[in-house]
């Protein structure tokens, strides 16, 4: 049963009906269903927090570290208060993260809750549209109006953005969604077992993709190039990978229409290069603590009321080489862990690590552009790795073990991160105009 509530779980947490139909409002559905995933899962939870299972999985240990970090940062500062609130909400994040992971625990249960993933991002995708083309008319789903000026013209003019409900009522985060989904798409449709079947499963990235374009987010279309090229790395090898990026990216820029998601530059004005900014004045502001960071919630203070655009950068600046260095650990231990995953894991799970890579991959891209440290769509993400891991060796090769060679690698892994954004953010500055 607790995996059946861990679906419903998430329909209610990634659709939000109490959104869409204001009848049910106030029921707090999410509140009800999350007790019965704790009743019926509760055990295996807490098992995933036992201290040898943290040695044993370090993707758990660097969300709980991460987790603690948060907290510290505030501490740190002296503001209690906060670190209580904050503690509370992200607490939930990663009690989610832990729900995951605790029960996805087999080859199965993972095929089948990407092929959930495909559903709920159709339900969330065709809603958004059916908004957009006016069919419907719900408050929660209004298409985001931006204003911009025309290039040729230089008049002001106004342009829409397609967006969902709840998690999903930014275009970013939406977009990112229906890269996932896309990629689930494909894993179903590859794993199908018919034609016929394989059709139905291909089919929802038609309707991913038109959405995806409204969107008109340029940090979900980094995601999804950064996710089909490494997923085709994994099946074809760099050389038909480079061949294939010469023949598509155009023909995806092309699709684009020519309008802002394919229109990525440095020059002073775009949004592009405002967010470079805003990542060099977080981390100007760094050094201040570099230790435990500046605090979480505090970044907009360093940085002219703006967050960081940046979900690395925002992490190592609030949480400090300590936090930062367990968010992007956990997505480097995710990616070397699924790269390894080979014939003696079971053919199931071989055909399945190259699609939950890029979607990892992919998500990492999307959110280079977007701070989304502390949401629940990243650990979802994390999660689906941490889980594919767990199932992949129940028993842990010492490779994947918290030892001290291990916390020594991820040290390494957080200065030369630390360091590689600074030095990327000061570069493109440089050429920026």
Not at 67 to 95: H, I, P, R, W
Not at 147 to 174: C, F, H, K, M
Request: hydrophobic share 50%.
């Amino acid at each position: 049963m607790g995996y059946y509530f861990f679906v419903l779980l998430n329909v209610i947490l990634l659709v939000r009906p109490e959104e869409l139909l204001p009848e049910i409002a106030g029921l707090r559905l999410y509140l009800i269903v999350i007790c019965l995933c704790l009743l019926t899962t509760g055990q295996r939870v807490a098992a995933l927090l036992h201290p040898t299972a943290l040695i044993d999985r370090p993707i758990n240990a660097c969300i709980i570290g991460l987790f603690l970090a948060s907290a510290l940062s505030q501490l740190a500062t002296g503001n209690v208060g906060a670190a209580v609130d904050f503690a509370g909400e992200f607490g939930k994040v990663v009690l989610y993260y832990l729900l995951l992971v605790a029960v996805l625990d087999t080859p199965g249960r993972l095929r089948d809750f990407l092929g959930w993933i495909v559903g709920i991002v159709a339900v969330l995708s065709s809603l958004a549209l059916l908004q957009y083309h006016h069919v419907i008319n719900v408050s929660a789903l209004s298409t985001l109006a931006r204003w911009d000026y025309d290039p040729e013209t230089g008049n002001r003019i106004v342009i829409p953005q397609l967006r969902a409900s709840g998690i999903y009522n930014d275009p970013n985060d939406l977009c990112l969604i229906l890269v996932t989904g896309s990629i689930c798409a494909l894993y179903r449709a590859t794993t199908a077992g018919g034609l016929v079947r394989a059709a139905l499963w291909l089919a929802p990235i038609g309707v991913f993709g038109y959405a995806l374009i409204l969107t008109k987010s340029r940090g979900g279309m980094l995601g999804l190039i950064v996710a089909v090229m490494f997923w085709s790395y994994s099946y074809f090898g760099w050389k038909k990978t480079l061949l294939g990026a010469l023949v598509m990216l155009p023909l995806g820029a092309s699709l684009a229409g020519g309008s802002r998601q394919a229109d990525v530059n440095l020059d002073r004005g775009d949004t592009a290069h405002a967010r470079l900014i805003h990542w060099a004045d977080g981390l100007n502001a760094l050094p201040e603590n570099p230790l435990t960071g500046i605090g979480v919630g505090r970044y907009p203070d360093v940085a002219q009321g703006y967050a960081a655009h940046n979900s690395f950068v925002h992490t190592y600046v609030e949480t400090g080489l300590a936090g930062g260095t367990m968010f992007l650990g956990a997505f480097y231990l995710a990616v070397l862990g699924l790269y390894r995953v080979g014939p003696l894991q079971g053919q199931a799970l071989t055909r399945l690590a190259p699609f939950v890579s890029a979607i990892v991959v992919g998500y990492a891209g999307g959110i280079f552009s977007l701070s989304r440290g502390y949401v629940v769509p990243t650990y979802l993400v994390i999660g689906l790795a941490a889980a594919t891991l767990r199932v992949a060796w129940p028993t842990p090769p010492p490779w994947l073990r918290l030892d001290g060679k291990m916390a020594l690698r991820l040290m390494v892994v957080g200065i030369v991160g630390l360091v590689g954004l600074k030095f990327f953010t000061q570069a493109l500055l440089l050429v920026s105009h």
